[in-house]
């Protein structure tokens, strides 16, 4: 996967993203007025306000992103 400070550029730009770790697909994409993030399969969507929220709220086993970045894959 590219550079994290590449990943915060492309969600500037409001572009949607997807992303894999531990084996699972994960999505951020811009809705509206806001972001979805979600895993792959069925669909449990979390909404939020900006982008810089959902790095801020998101985690995955009580991690963020940012502190995952060298186990995601691109």
Excluded at 48 to 74: A, F
């Amino acid at each position: 996967m590219d550079s994290y400070e590449y990943f915060l550029e492309r969600l500037s730009w409001n572009d949607e993203i997807n992303f894999f770790y531990k084996g699972k697909e994960y999505w951020m994409v811009p809705s509206g007025n806001g972001w979805l993030f979600y895993e792959s399969g069925p669909i449990d969507e979390q909404y939020y306000d900006s982008w810089q929220e959902m790095l801020e709220k998101i985690r995955l086993d009580g991690k963020t992103i940012k502190e995952l970045w060298p186990k995601i894959d691109g």
